[in-house]
């Protein structure tokens, strides 16, 4: 607790209880009193005001109205009403809408309203710290989102410009050693992409809500297995994909794009390099109450413990891969967001198969 | 299903993803038909004063979002000004290399923008998206 003196402005048309007030606690607080209600606001312009008391039963404006008219200006300074036995309803009611922090009977104790001071005076203190945090949160968040803004264009504009000038390579047929190297640079960029996109999609699952659209899975999956054709290792797998389609879907579809993407590049990179017929299976079903996606791999697969820990940040059950651990994760967290479940069922060495159901939202 | 030879206005700031998008097309087969700006301003001028040219082909208009000055949106902004019957013989895509939701939203609930693709361009994307 801060050991400046506590400001308390006390409003009450009888004189003679303002000057037994100031008699009583002058040495412990800084008083400021008057009879009158405007006054008191002037009071409380000029002045950082802690705690504001105020008696109920005054000519022209109870102490409850009073507060009613500062709380808009002045809601900071805390709130204890004087008041006499007769006026208890009223009381009650002002305490209930949150006007008054405590009532005080008159008269007064003098330790008990002191302490009732004190209390309100670390009630004030709480708030204003409360206020400051989050201020400083605010900030702090207002950054980060600047900071995902500008790591989605300007990390991502270059790499993608690369990507793209490769994807012209390869489409020229460029071959032999260059080709080679091509490939080396279009896997690392790929890499650090994907990283890139990660983690700018989870701080954007993190706080946007959800934005629906009319999605056609059969053009849905079109446009994201391509994206798939030039990934590692890709070539050599088996693309099976399944769609059935019954009425519309309503769904996210950047957090579905994000699920999808993290699912396939999974099944992709952790692929069974001693098996010949490598294959991923994608199915997507939906009726009038959901979806349900399955990605199914016959690759390395996971064992028990490691299938428990899947959806955790930064798990990697694999040493030979690049991933950074995050995908998952961030599949788990956009599944949550969309209202819906996953689950993995797997053996090591026997592929994994991701099933995910989420709500139509029609 | 239209007949026209599609007409693509190319416009992004940067000229590597200019080089790279027009080869991309034109290896595609998609058109040869490709007009290149490395600003909006230049880019709306050559529309709006190209009427004749506009009415013989199918008109696709590409617009990077991330652009000094004028940025994509700005473009469109302006783009929007054109009468009915310039708009009309037009379709607008929005590019970018960024994923930021909330841009392709903005886009997106723009009736005119037809979408927004992310780069580096899926040319067969763009063809199917232009000839539904």
Not at chain 1, 78 to 93: F, K, P, S
Not at chain 1, 126 to 154: C, G, M, P, T, W
């Amino acid at each position: 607790m801060s050991n400046k003196k506590i400001n308390v402005l006390y409003l009450d048309d009888e004189e003679h209880n303002l000057t037994s007030f100031k008699a009583a606690y002058r040495r412990e607080y800084n008083i400021f009193t008057t009879t009158s209600a405007n006054e008191a606001v002037q009071v409380l312009s000029e002045n950082e005001i802690h705690v504001v008391i105020s008696d109920q039963k005054m000519p022209n404006l109870s102490g409850v109205e009073f507060f009613e008219l500062i709380i808009p200006d002045f809601p900071d300074p805390v709130r204890i009403l004087l008041t006499g036995y007769a006026d208890i309803e009223a009381v009650i009611d002002a305490i209930n809408k949150g006007q008054v922090y405590r009532y005080v009977a008159k008269p007064w104790n003098e330790t008990d309203l002191k302490i009732t001071i004190q209390n309100a005076f670390e009630l004030y203190n709480n708030r204003i710290q409360l206020k400051q945090q989050n201020v400083e949160i605010q900030k702090a968040y207002n950054e980060l989102e600047k900071f995902v803004y500008s790591a989605s264009h300007d990390l991502r504009a270059p790499l993608v410009s690369i990507l793209g000038v490769l994807k012209l390579a390869r489409t020229e047929n460029i071959e032999g050693k260059p080709a080679e190297y091509f490939g080396m640079i279009e896997r690392t960029v790929n890499q650090l992409d994907g990283f890139v996109q990660n983690i700018i999609s989870y701080y954007q699952n993190l706080k946007k809500g959800e934005i629906l659209a009319s999605i056609d899975c059969a053009l849905f999956l079109d446009e994201i297995t391509q994206h798939f054709e030039f990934f590692e290792g890709a070539d050599n797998i088996r693309f099976n994909k399944m769609v059935q389609q019954d009425g519309e879907l309503n769904l996210d579809e950047m957090r579905l794009k994000m699920i999808l993407n993290n699912l396939l590049s999974n099944a992709i990179k952790y692929r069974d390099e001693t098996k010949s017929d490598s294959s991923v299976d994608i199915s997507m079903q939906s009726d009038a109450n959901s979806l349900k996606l399955v990605v199914k791999d016959n690759g390395i697969g996971m064992n028990r413990e490691d299938r428990m820990k899947a959806f955790e940040m930064f798990f990697r059950a694999s040493e030979r891969c690049t991933g950074s651990g995050i995908g998952l994760f961030i599949v788990k967290e956009a599944v949550d967001k969309m209202g819906g479940e996953i689950s993995v069922s797997s053996e090591l060495g026997q592929g994994a198969e991701f099933e995910v159901v989420i709500p139509n939202k029609r | 299903m239209n007949e026209k030879e599609l007409n693509i206005f190319l416009i992004d700031d940067n000229d590597i993803d200019i080089v790279v998008n027009t080869k991309l097309l034109k290896l595609a087969n998609i058109t040869s038909r490709i007009r290149s700006f490395t600003n909006g301003a230049d880019a709306l001028q050559y529309i709006g004063g190209n009427f004749e040219e506009l009415d013989k082909y199918l008109n696709v208009i590409l617009i990077d979002i991330q652009m000094p000055v004028l940025n994509g949106f700005d473009v469109f902004e302006k783009y929007m000004e054109f009468p009915d019957e310039v708009r009309k013989k037009c379709k607008v895509f929005l590019l970018s290399s960024s994923i930021d939701r909330n841009d392709i939203q903005k886009a997106e609930d723009n009736e005119e923008i037809i979408k927004v693709l992310e780069k580096p361009l899926d040319v067969y994307l763009l063809k199917r998206l232009v000839s539904a």
